[in-house]
């Protein structure tokens, strides 16, 4: 085996050992195993960092094979796992991929980094440190798949695990919202085996590399595979309308688990529609794209609205994924290499700066114990530091130029209008209002959270400075906010090849 192809099976062998451990030290010493933890992850994050440099082809390999097929991944694996139906082992990454398998190693190591001091009650730290490790694997695994099956085993992987973190460790009604998140998961995983089914059998191999540009696959055969696999998709996103499960999880959620689901866990649904959705089904991706871009349009309209009415914070920050995740379904509706790069940067940003804003939502949480914002008020004047970083993450989130999020939603609207004619200008200019909107509420979540008088809530709080273990947690995001917002091409410098790759097959 190359160095390569080492890492890959070693990005998800170390948290899933890592897991099993934890669990097993738990029983004994939990802040042991919390500490361990902690360690796996950040062995896991350096090798998904390694991924980046190994190997003498690397990312360059796409302008020397520019005529080849929609992937052409960096380092790759490909073994025998059933033998009898065909299926096969296959792992592999490239510049759609990496960012966020990153950006997921990354995470789950400032979520265990958090836990050592912060364990919500509901059970040992420990146990929910290994379920965000099994997560960490589920996720990556999805990212790295290029088998349909195996990607369908690896999205599945994460479905009773952080059922169980929200159950667990969660809020008051946190039964009813894990009850809830399952019911729409499932509803999604079935018709997701319905699509792969549906497009192994007709094309007689499960190999994603090949299937790329809807190889050995009809028309009628694409647009019902299409149909299947982006609602299975949205559902995860998840997409208007079927994102009503979200709000109620990250209400009811841990810190922990709002900053996994948030930050990477709603990536497996966008990055499915781009990898295999769009990529196996180009005919379908073209055929549907205009109900596609209404869909985008209007979560990001109703999204900003809802926004606009919500008084507890974590809905409110969790109705504004409804929004972001628009435009980057935008972005991918105009199938154009501006509008995917527009999706896939737009992905990475909503999970830095989206994660950040559960971490610090659930720092106010736990200083003042309501997350109501008829409740809250004046926070700057007993916590200014808290408060000032919640304002940086609110500033990014709603697209300040210089900050990450504001890349993803520019290029979306760009692609739009790029793509002309009536409907696509409309979308445009419809989704720039739907950008206003949400510096709109952004802007008077603020204004309510942290400006004026201190409301009696926060007035009666100690003054609480930000602990070592948050500032561990929260640097890195506010960094790589300021980095990608600086220097875009972070992400779509090892994106742009595969991308014009992907459109190629798109014919666009």
């Known amino acids: ?40 992850a950040a062995v896991a994050f350096l090798i998904s960092l390694a991924l980046y440099g190994i190997g003498d082809r690397g990312w360059v ?23 009898g139906l065909d299926l096969r082992f296959h792992l592999g990454v490239d510049g759609i991929s990496y960012p966020l398998v990153v950006l997921t190693t990354l995470l789950t190591l400032l979520c265990c980094a958090y836990s050592l001091r912060h364990v919500p009650a509901g059970g040992p730290g420990g146990y929910l440190v290994a379920l965000l490790l099994v997560i960490e694997v589920g996720i990556v695994g999805t990212f790295l798949a290029l088998d349909l099956v195996l990607f369908f085993v690896f999205f599945e992987v994460v479905l009773l695990p952080m059922f169980v973190v929200i ?97 990477v866990l709603l990536k ?21 794209a205009p109900v596609l871009g209404v869909l985008a349009v209007a979560a990001v309209v109703v999204g900003s609205l809802v926004c606009l009415r919500q008084t507890d914070l974590k809905r409110l920050i969790a109705y ?35 994660g950040l804003l559960f971490f610090l939502a659930g720092a106010i949480k736990d200083r003042l114990h309501t997350g109501s914002l008829t409740e809250l008020g004046g926070l700057r004047e007993r916590l200014p530091a808290l408060s000032g970083l919640f304002a940086f993450a609110a500033v990014a989130s709603l697209g300040l130029p210089g900050l990450a999020g504001f890349w993803g939603e520019a290029f979306a609207v760009v692609a739009a209008l790029q793509r002309g004619g009536p409907l696509w ?55 790589l906010a300021l980095a990608v917002g600086l220097i875009p091409a972070l992400v779509l410098g090892v994106a742009g090849a595969p991308v014009e790759a992907l459109t190629g097959v798109l014919g666009q």
């Open 61 to 83: 390999r796409y302008q020397a094979e520019a005529a080849g097929p929609g992937i052409l991944p960096w380092h790759e694996l490909d073994l025998t796992w059933v033998p």
């Open 425 to 479: 200008t409309t979308l445009a200019v419809v989704a720039a209002v739907g950008g206003a909107l949400t510096a709109a509420y952004f802007l008077r979540l603020l204004r309510r959270l942290t400006h004026g008088p201190a409301s009696p809530v926060v007035a009666a709080t100690p003054a609480a400075p930000i602990g070592v273990g948050e500032l561990v947690a929260w640097s890195p995001l506010v960094v």
């Open 320 to 354: 504004s994924s409804v929004g972001h995740m628009g435009f980057v379904l935008l972005g991918v509706a105009t199938l154009t290499a501006t509008g995917i790069e527009a999706a896939l940067i737009g992905n990475v940003a909503h999970g830095v700066i989206t």
């Open 1 to 40: 085996m190359t160095t390569g192809q080492v890492a890959l099976v070693a990005v998800l062998a170390v948290p899933a050992v890592g897991a099993v451990a934890v669990a097993a030290l738990t029983r004994r010493a939990d802040r042991t195993a919390r500490v361990v933890a902690t360690v796996v």
């Open 268 to 288: 497996m649904g966008t990055y499915g529609i781009i990898r295999i959705a769009v990529g196996v089904a180009p005919e379908g991706a073209r055929w549907a």
């Open 167 to 263: 159950a667990g460790w969660g809020g008051e009604d946190r039964r009813r919202a894990a009850r809830k998140f399952v019911l729409y998961t499932l509803f999604g995983s079935v018709l997701l085996l319905v699509g792969v089914v549906t497009v192994v059998a007709a094309a007689g191999t499960a190999d994603i590399v090949a299937l790329t540009g809807g190889t050995n696959l009809s028309r009628t055969t694409q647009l019902a595979a299409f149909v299947l696999l982006a609602v299975a998709f949205a559902v995860k996103s998840p997409l208007w309308p079927l994102h009503t499960w979200l709000p109620d999880a990250h209400t009811q959620a841990p810190t922990v688990g709002s900053v996994i689901l948030a930050g």
